[in-house]
């Protein structure tokens, strides 16, 4: 069984760093920790790959423990004829992060970088270090501004020579292809991944300081844009005009006022979205120019170089732009174009790493938005032009998670995109307003509230209401699920979902969970939000439906329900409502493991519980807590998140014939994309079996 993946490039680049993240990104859903490893290091700077993949996946080892020798170091060695020595100190090092482990992702030597030359010599040095850890090897061959000839031979010639050596190989990649070219068969899975612009092209950022440039206009959101392509300002504005691309960095004279004020209208008017400006030969642009373009609020970075157009044009193609810590739109990019061209299904099935019995935070959190792109679904968010909503949407999209549907005029959702510099082209954009299927929502909904006094006529408006109007996209099968709330209340969320969705049959409430994502550990949390006083019923259902989500999610459920008293030790009304809800648990669902009433403490330390419930098995070992009120329930909730640094993932309701999920108005973009993704897993199942 292989404990690691060693990645090694065939000549120089090759990209290792979208490979690495993707197989770490696989290995992350299987094992509660993973190591990485680099054989040699630069003498000068951090490793970058090494930095991204340690803060990503939340490496505790020290960096420098993290590598196994710098080139200098290697240099020097091999000089004085002790290769040996040097294979030995590497393993040693490696040994040292494997035996804290479960699997450990290895990216190798760069020599090019290292200044000693590449080629057969260095394939070999990584296939014997390769053997020598017990690695499986993915060879990655860079394909960028290569024929599709010479990327096949050089996949089958990756793969010939490296078992030649010796080695094991998992899989051949090449990285950067040229449109969808498919690589030779051989006795490996052989991949081909395109070139994605958004991976490879470097930021405004990176741009900025690699020319040494100053910040005349501009926040860290401007700095952050893609930069696609490079236009040179010099003729008149029409021509200018005729030459904007996508995504484009516009390099001008800084004494150009015109054209530094076109640029900035025809971004602002939506005929193109540019990346930036650059203002040459270190001229200052006009006072009253650069009033004009902060008051059209582009939402772009204008910089400013001492250099001509023409030095400034040559400095900035060789800038190359790599996902890094810096930059997670990048790392998202990355990702999705290795999902979206490995299989990772088989890819994992090959590695044969043994999964965890545990479930962490981290497994949990990619687990989701893996379930959730193998069973694609289509979603409506209602706050389509919410800032927070339309970063998550570009991750949601470029990682193939979900089809999206947003709520808005097309108009305003444009404006922000091209203020914040997000591309969700994927995405479908409605305004209720003025969507063709308004008349039928309004005359479906107006028929099922007529009992309530609702007619065609305020039907017509109410739905209209983004909330009403994605909970009816739902209803009628044009979206499988709903997330809302950053900008509305819960109840204005939940309110539609309860009117027009209504609740599984047989379940009496719908209820919610929180996921609450500890150091080492998931816990569910019921119910959290919705539910002020259930009754012993209510409550009932609320276990099951609680057991059931956890289920779901890859918890193995061990029911607690809460008290202030543990077994027969307590009395009261609050008790004895527990004590009939775990009744009725036991006597509807036997398969379920549940103890109540019982304190959270018993729940949760094994060692209170060997003192006061010594004979469960439930006490001690829970994974779903379920709260005898909303009073106790969102108090504790809070506590745990804020006292123990927990992330709590919800609310997620349940009970529903289909899932509507509610964001808190303070979720942050990795809420709504956990959020987004629990909601497609739920949709996933059948409509019978609810949320």
Not at 85 to 105: G, K, Q, T
Not at 121 to 127: G, K, P
Not at 217 to 236: E, K, T
Not at 316 to 333: L, Q
Request: glycine fraction near 8%; proline fraction near 6%; aromatic fraction near 4%.
């Amino acid at each position: 069984m292989a404990r690691s993946v060693y990645l090694t490039s065939v000549g120089s680049g090759g990209g290792k760093s979208t490979i690495a993240l993707g197989l770490a990104e696989l290995l992350s859903r299987q094992v509660d920790r993973i190591g990485m490893f680099r054989p040699l290091v630069s003498d000068h700077a951090p490793d970058q790959i090494l930095a991204l993949l340690a803060e990503r996946y939340r490496v505790e080892l020290p960096p420098q423990e993290l590598s196994g020798a710098s080139y200098a170091e290697a240099s020097a060695l091999v000089a004085e004829g002790r290769r040996e020595e040097l294979i030995s100190r590497i393993v040693e090092r490696y040994r040292d992060v494997e035996r804290r482990c479960p699997a450990v992702v290895v990216v190798g030597s760069d020599f090019a970088d290292g200044g000693d030359g590449a080629g057969p010599r260095e394939l070999a040095f990584n296939a014997r270090l390769a053997t020598e850890f017990g690695s499986v090897v993915v060879p990655v061959i860079d394909g960028f501004g290569q024929r599709p000839e010479a990327i096949a031979a050089a996949a089958r010639g990756a793969y010939h020579d490296l078992v030649d050596l010796g080695a094991t190989v998992l899989a051949v990649i090449a990285n950067r292809v040229p449109g969808a070219m498919t690589l030779p068969e051989l006795p490996v899975p052989a991949y081909a991944i395109p070139e994605v612009p958004t991976v490879s092209a470097p930021t405004v950022a990176e741009v900025a300081s690699a020319l040494g440039a100053t910040l005349l206009a501009g926040d860290d959101a401007a700095l952050g844009r893609d930069v696609l392509d490079y236009v040179v300002g010099a003729a008149h504005v029409p021509t200018l005009l005729d030459h904007l691309t996508e995504g484009a960095l516009v390099i001008t004279p800084g004494d150009r006022a015109d054209l530094l004020v076109a640029a900035s209208a025809a971004h602002v008017a939506g005929q193109v979205s540019v990346a930036g400006l650059v203002l040459t030969l270190g001229e200052q642009p006009d006072p009253r120019a650069m009033r004009l373009v902060e008051g059209l609020n582009t939402g772009l970075a204008v910089l400013s170089v001492p250099s001509d157009s023409y030095d400034t044009v040559e400095a900035s193609s060789r800038i190359e732009g790599r996902p890094s810590t810096a930059n997670p739109r990048k790392v998202d990019a990355a990702l999705g174009a290795f999902e979206a061209n490995v299989d990772t299904v088989d890819l994992a099935r090959r590695l044969r790493v043994s999964r965890s019995e545990r479930v962490t935070p981290l497994m949990f959190e990619y687990d989701l938005l893996d379930r959730a792109r193998a069973d694609r679904r289509r979603l409506v968010l209602p706050e389509g032009s919410e800032e927070r909503i339309l970063r998550a949407a570009e991750i949601l999209l470029r990682r193939g998670v979900a089809d999206l549907t947003l709520l808005g005029r097309p108009d305003d959702v444009a404006r922000r995109t091209r203020e914040l510099g997000i591309d969700i082209g994927g995405a479908q954009v409605v305004d209720p307003a003025g969507s063709e299927w308004r008349d039928e929502f309004a005359t479906a909904y107006a028929k099922l509230r007529a009992h309530r006094g609702v007619t065609p006529e305020l039907a017509h408006d109410i739905v209209a209401q983004p909330n009403y109007f994605g909970t009816m996209m739902v209803a009628t099968g044009r979206a499988d699920g709903m997330v809302s709330g950053a900008t509305h209340t819960t109840a204005a969320t939940i309110r539609p979902a309860f009117e027009i969705i209504r609740t599984v049959p047989g379940v009496s409430v719908a209820s919610s969970v929180f996921f609450m994502l500890l150091a080492d550990r998931v816990l569910v949390y019921g119910d959290c939000a919705v539910n002020p006083d259930p009754d012993a019923a209510q409550l009932a259902d609320i276990a099951i439906s609680s057991a059931d989500t956890a289920a779901r999610f890859g918890i193995e459920p061990r029911v607690a329900m809460l008290s202030y008293s543990t077994g027969d030790s307590g009395a009261g009304a609050d008790v004895e409502k527990v004590a009939a809800a775990t009744k009725l648990v036991r006597e509807r669902r036997p398969d379920l493991l549940v103890e109540g009433p019982i304190q959270y403490d018993a729940a949760i330390d094994p060692q209170v519980a060997a003192t006061k419930l010594p004979e469960s098995a439930v006490a001690g070992r829970a994974t779903v807590f379920i709260f005898p009120d909303l009073n106790t329930g969102n108090n504790t909730y809070k506590a745990v998140q804020r006292s123990a640094g927990a992330v709590a993932v919800g609310p997620v309701m349940q009970g529903l014939r289909r899932p509507v999920n509610d964001l808190s108005r303070g979720a942050t973009v990795p809420d709504i994309v956990n959020t987004v993704a629990i909601t497609a897993i739920q949709a996933a199942g059948t409509p019978e079996e609810g949320s």
